[in-house]
């Protein structure tokens, strides 16, 4: 088993704010806020996305919407390798 796969987290959860796109360095980023419910334990995690993931997140999530994230821990921020989107099944 790999060390550091205690570190990588995998969240699955709804985004808590419109996710805000920038460019820093010549760089994108998309950062937004991801909430996660275990067992009525809310959690909110900041994420950070780069380049094509931060276009694909810009244009594909909304605040409400369910996705799974993997990633690493950076300070108080996930930094986001892979975002999974997550159609709902049901309908409010």
Known sequence: ???????????VGRLA???????????????????????????????????????LCKQHLHKGNLCCI????NGDNIIAYRVTFIKNSYKD
């Open 1 to 11: 088993m790999n060390n550091n796969s205690f570190t990588n987290p995998i969240i």
């Open 17 to 55: 704010t419109e996710p805000v796109f920038e460019y820093k360095n010549d760089t994108k980023f998309t950062t937004f806020k991801l909430a996660d419910d275990n067992r009525g334990d809310v959690t909110i995690h900041n994420i950070v996305t780069k380049g094509k993931q931060a276009s």
């Open 70 to 73: 993997e990633g690493k821990y």
